[in-house]
């Protein structure tokens, strides 16, 4: 009978997708439907919308959907007899599971393209408002065209070009128009170009010693690497254990370079490309002095070079990025132990004046010669034959000043070694309004 019954239901809703049929028991428990395996969500119909019905009450009239656990659908029903006895009703839910897929697909439909023709028509009026503006601002600037034009044609050489040549005026003797206002600014600017051009020049031939001697500071420990695990490969069977240790050990020093230096130069990338910008809060120069001095501290040891700190009582917080300024204080720290002979020292001094916090970091190493002074931190050096870094420690300290709008010296020593300085500015705490 279940069987006979789900063919029956199934092929009447063959013949109509949008019902769905139920044979319901006379106490409204769902004795025989066809929905597939799973989708039915009620195990009986209430059965007194279905009564209302039956008596004729005002329409519409919603019952129970049985694919759902709390839907209500437009129904209709009838009593099912059997001998003259009632057994049970017949359920037809008139918008099915079916009728109400289609329909949100079809809204769905109708959403899209209702975007779609708005965007486009959007897009088009984007587009035509777009040129006529491009319109209204490029009609003076093509006016400007032609006396551009004119400075092209007289040939002036673009690695000195001298003052503008005269330009015809482009409006009447007095005019206050803009084109007149733009063509000065032009005749300015073509007045500076050779200026620009130079210091263009001068930023190349820079950039290419930098990546030069890069390249060098480079080559010189990968190519001792390469040596000594060469060797370490060839005389394996021959090496004892120490001189093995000592080959690795040299290798593993170089290797620390290479990456020290890597890492420099994604820095310095960063920090000169703009990914990279200060996050300022306020703390303490005395402790991250103190934090600094407790990196270096072993290696200053086994140097034999003293790290002095001087500094007054009660100084106050600085506004800064914390990480940046720390990186600033390594470099210098760094740059001064590498060229410190062992007994001497190193100092950092602090000092309040005015809205700023002065710091000066100085060494008694072999100082740096007056002939290399000149673009100090924008171009690599050497100090007693060695090159300091490549010249990158420095010029990541002078970009992280740059970025806070401070600038780091060179200052002048009375006797041997090397004297930076450079300024943060001071946190000051803004007073509370009254109320």
Not at 243 to 266: N, P
Request: hydrophobic fraction near 45%; aromatic fraction near 6%; glycine fraction near 8%.
């Amino acid at each position: 009978m279940p069987g006979a019954v789900r063919n029956l239901f199934s092929q009447l809703m063959i013949v109509n997708p949008s019902v769905e049929v139920y044979l319901l028991e006379p106490d409204g428990r769902i004795a025989g439907h066809a929905a597939p395996e799973g989708r039915l969500r009620r195990d009986r119909v209430d059965l007194a919308p279905v009564r209302r019905l039956l008596d004729g009450g005002v329409l519409p009239i919603l019952g129970d959907d049985p694919r759902s656990v709390d839907g209500r659908k437009v129904f209709s029903a009838a009593p099912l007899q059997v001998n003259g006895r009632d057994v049970g009703f017949i359920y037809v839910v008139l918008l099915g599971e079916a009728h109400d897929l289609f329909a949100a697909r079809g809204s769905a439909n109708v959403v899209l393209k209702t975007a779609l023709w708005s965007i486009g028509l959007v897009a088009l009026l984007c587009l035509a408002a777009g040129l006529v503006a491009f319109n209204l601002i490029t009609r003076p600037l093509r006016r400007l065209t032609e006396a551009v034009r004119q400075f092209d044609v007289h040939g002036v050489p673009p690695e000195l070009p001298p003052a503008a040549p005269a330009v015809a005026p482009m409006a009447p003797e007095g005019s206050r128009d803009e084109i007149a206002v733009l063509d000065t600014a032009y005749r300015h600017m073509v007045a500076r170009i050779g200026e620009q051009w130079k210091a263009l020049t001068r930023q190349d031939q820079e950039r290419g010693e930098l990546i030069a001697n890069v390249s060098h500071d480079l080559r010189t420990p990968l190519s001792s690497l390469h040596g000594y695990l060469e060797t370490l490969l060839l005389k394996d069977a021959v090496l004892d254990a120490p001189e093995r240790r000592r080959y690795l050990a040299i290798a593993i020093e170089q290797s620390r370079r290479v990456g020290e230096l890597a890492q420099s130069l994604f820095e310095l990338a960063r920090l000169e490309y703009g990914f990279v910008q200060p996050d300022p809060e306020s703390f303490s120069p005395v402790d991250l002095v103190q934090d600094v001095f407790q990196k270096f501290e072993l290696r200053a040891e086994s140097r034999r070079v003293a790290l002095k700190a001087v500094f007054p009582p009660h100084l106050p917080p600085v506004h800064a990025d914390l990480g940046m300024i720390e990186r600033v204080l390594s470099n210098l720290l760094d740059n001064a132990l590498r060229y410190t002979p062992e007994g001497g020292h190193i100092e950092i001094a602090l000092a309040a004046s005015d809205d700023s916090l002065d710091v000066t970091i100085g060494d008694t190493g072999p100082g740096i010669p007056q002939e290399l002074r000149e673009g100090l931190f924008q171009r690599p050096f050497t100090v007693g034959g060695a090159r300091r870094d490549g010249g990158l420690g420095l010029r990541i300290v002078h970009r992280i000043l740059e970025l806070h709008g401070r600038e780091i010296i060179l200052l002048e020593t009375s006797g041997q070694g090397a004297r930076f300085g450079f300024s943060l500015p001071v946190f000051r705490k803004v007073a509370a309004g009254p109320g």
